[in-house]
């Protein structure tokens, strides 16, 4: 089972993203789109989703509310990882039941202490 699945469509961001929770001890897996995130949370059932708002395919809050929806990943933890800082786009993730929220581009020690955070809230329910 992975830790953290990452969905994440620019490389820039995806790649570091992905070394940072790597070198902090996490296994991780990554995803390009809304529909693969989908697919990979049902068939992998991470620990943790680190969702981009703007994803090709699916957004991220579609992606979002689909997971609310379904009894067996209605659990799973959503950390909104984004560019799109604005209050109503926190407004959105958060009446979506969005774990947490940060806007990028963000401090690395801020990221893997929500990280853990969630992390510990889901080994805890």
Request: net charge negative; hydrophobic share 50%; no cysteine.
């Amino acid at each position: 089972m992975i830790d953290i699945l990452i969905a994440e469509d620019e490389p820039a961001i995806l790649d570091p993203l992905s070394f940072i929770l790597e070198l902090a001890g996490w296994q991780v897996a990554s995803v390009t789109d809304g529909e693969a995130a989908l697919i990979e949370v049902q068939r992998q059932k991470p620990r943790l989703l680190l969702l981009d708002i703007m994803l090709p395919k699916l957004s991220g809050l579609d992606v979002l509310r689909i997971l609310r929806g379904e009894p067996r990943l209605a659990d799973i933890p959503v950390l909104i990882v984004t560019a799109r800082g604005q209050s109503r786009d926190r407004g959105l993730a958060l009446d979506l039941k969005a774990d947490g929220f940060i806007t990028k581009p963000f401090d690395n020690d801020e990221l893997i202490e929500e990280v853990r955070r969630l992390l510990a809230l889901n080994s805890v329910s």
